[in-house]
């Protein structure tokens, strides 16, 4: 979403805006030493956890593990996405949104939304006038569904031929350039266009404003592939980032408590006919963040429904790695496997709504999914097989953004092992496999383990995030990409983004991460104290590149030992092995 706006646009309304002010306005915030503080907006709670700093321009939570910049803060207590939330800013600000702060082809927007709505309504006049409609309107019926229903989903039909669409709408080269911009349709090698959609049931996808942005069609003809064809990615439509049936149980529900997620566009219309109004799919793509994030803005309790065959549960597991870092309290995610055979519309025919509802109510909660999981890859009668556990379960644990709800979950393994919940907490924050003893066991006094230290990149990071300004002590950040170390790529990208940018606050650098998949590492980073005194931050983050040189030193050191045991060594090798052992030297 991000992309939308340029980045230098973000960075300067960052810059403009103070988070303490975004938050205060809404939140009451009282000052606590260097940061503010309040009861968290997001969870109910009696002390104050939500802490602000107006330093790093950052957000955090310590019960609910909420946290972000005063853009995240808008979008989750106001229920706006990326876009909304820049414009408030930018009108709070007196600034303008830049004509480029769109997408290239955003200048097109009005004429493709028209298109759109066109197409819409042609394809809702060809399931009533059409010649070939019987065979569309039989198999809606055949599905349970009345006209009703149909005319509220705006459902359709694309008749059979190659240019119904192009003949109606592409009456000049730009309309026919615009078709083939929305997918409506397809450029052949030759230059000659065609109907995407031909003798198929058209769904329209409707964005939260109920404009129609996409179209998802059901074949007619079975012997034909794929039976569901979608929309492609097009200025107005990025599947990544919408749900069919949002904008429709809106309209249907003044307060929506809970939401289905269903796997197709059938099972959404199907339910709603049987007034099982709260469901929504995915479109042909896995759930994303920001699938979870829009779910989350509209309510706290979220239900995937979906077979409860192999493909199923591993969409499933997907579902549950997306999940696990924008888990916080209130929150609930829960998984409604069917039995074999039975889609939501037979399952709500057998049960009826109330059964249906109830049966989502029941479904696995997260928790329960996660452990029986990975249970059932283990033998939990063996030793071996509850240390193999804990080993799956790590780095999902780790994920989990919610530090109350991966304590909890740790404490829910631990008794699945029979070993005390504290000393596996300590040993998966460490990284270390646990001794799987028993409750009752002896416990041997626990011993530092190695590495419990954060490495030096992890250092360099954390103080990045404090003090930015660190990052011109750095002559050549790319220096550092050879170090064969986890984290190196994110601390030299750091690095370059604040030579480009020194203005730039930990808030601000964020931002820039806002759709990298290490964004919750970072902001992780971000709200872990610094205990060093200022005036000291300095000489530990030189300490940190010390140690980073060093590495860097014995890791190209190694690799001439190794080349001199294999292939033997050039004159050039050797001057250079003794070079590094004199750098070395002088740095011990």
Not at 6 to 22: K, N, T
Not at 116 to 135: G, I, L, S, V, W
Not at 390 to 407: D, F, S
Not at 536 to 547: D, V, Y
Request: aromatic share 6%.
């Amino acid at each position: 979403m991000a992309g939308r706006i340029p980045q230098q646009f973000i960075d300067e309304l960052l810059s403009r805006v103070d988070i303490v002010d975004i938050i205060d306005a809404r939140v009451p915030l009282r000052k606590a030493g260097r940061d503010f503080q309040a009861r968290c907006p997001f969870h109910e709670e009696k002390t104050p956890s939500f802490t602000v700093s107006q330093n790093k321009q950052f957000y955090h939570c310590f019960g609910c593990g909420a946290h972000g910049t005063a853009i995240s803060f808008l979008m989750e207590y106001d229920h706006l996405d990326f876009i909304e939330t820049i414009k408030e800013l930018a009108r709070q600000t007196g600034m303008e949104l830049p004509e480029q702060s769109s997408q290239p082809q955003n200048s097109q927007l009005p004429a493709l939304d028209e298109l759109m709505q066109k197409a819409t309504a042609y394809y809702r006049r060809q399931m009533k006038e059409h010649p070939d409609r019987h065979n569309a309107i039989h198999y809606l019926k055949k599905r349970g569904l009345s006209g009703e229903i149909a005319n509220e989903f705006c459902i359709g039909f694309a008749p059979p031929g190659w240019d119904n669409i192009i003949k109606l709408l592409g009456n000049s080269k730009i309309t026919t350039e615009q078709l083939v911009t929305t997918g409506m349709a397809i450029r052949k090698d030759d230059g000659h266009c065609y109907d995407r959609f031909r003798n198929r049931i058209m769904f329209p996808i409707r964005n939260r404003r109920g404009k129609v942005i996409g179209f998802g069609g059901r074949v007619l003809d079975d012997e034909d592939k794929p039976k569901y064809l979608n929309s492609p990615e097009s200025p107005l439509f990025h599947k990544g980032n919408e749900l069919y049936g949002l904008f429709e149980a809106r309209q249907a529900l003044r307060n929506i408590d809970s939401l289905i997620v269903v796997e197709g566009y059938m099972d959404v219309v199907a339910l709603a006919q049987f007034g099982v109004r709260n469901a929504v799919a995915t479109l042909g793509t896995a759930v994303t963040t920001d699938h979870m994030n829009l779910l989350f803005r509209t309510c706290n309790d979220i239900t995937f429904c979906l077979d409860g065959d192999r493909a199923g549960r591993e969409a499933a597991w997907k579902a549950l790695d997306t999940c696990l870092p924008l888990i916080s309290d209130g929150r609930q995610v829960r998984f409604m496997f069917l039995p074999d055979g039975e889609d939501p519309d037979t399952l709500i025919r057998a049960q009826g709504k109330e059964g249906f509802e109830t049966l989502a109510t029941n479904a696995l909660s997260l928790s329960s999914f996660f452990l029986d999981t990975l249970t059932r890859e283990v033998d939990l009668n063996s030793l071996d097989g509850r240390a193999r556990l804990v080993e799956l379960a790590r780095p999902k644990l780790k994920n989990v953004g919610n530090p109350v709800y991966r304590l909890m979950l740790i404490e829910a393994l631990a008794q699945r092992i029979h070993i005390d919940p504290h000393t596996l907490t300590q040993q998966i924050e460490r990284g270390t496999p646990p001794a799987p003893t028993h409750y009752s066991a002896p416990q041997r006094r626990p011993q530092q383990a190695p590495g419990s230290r954060p490495s030096a990149i992890r250092i360099a990071i954390t103080l990045l995030l404090n003090n930015p300004q660190l990052a011109q002590k750095v002559a050549q950040p790319g220096h550092f990409l050879a170090l064969q170390e986890p984290g190196v790529n994110i601390l030299v990208e750091l690095l370059e983004l604040l030579h480009a940018n020194p203005n730039l606050h930990c808030g601000g650098i964020l931002e820039h991460w806002r759709d990298k998949p290490d964004q919750r590492h970072l902001a992780r980073l971000a709200r872990q104290p610094v205990e060093t005194p200022e005036d000291g931050l300095e000489a530990e983050f030189l300490g940190a590149l010390m140690l980073l040189e060093k590495q860097l030193l014995e890791q190209e050191f190694q690799e001439l030992n190794r080349k001199e045991q294999e292939t033997g060594l050039s004159t050039e090798d050797k001057h250079r092995l003794l070079e590094l052992l004199r750098l070395k030297n002088s740095l011990r």
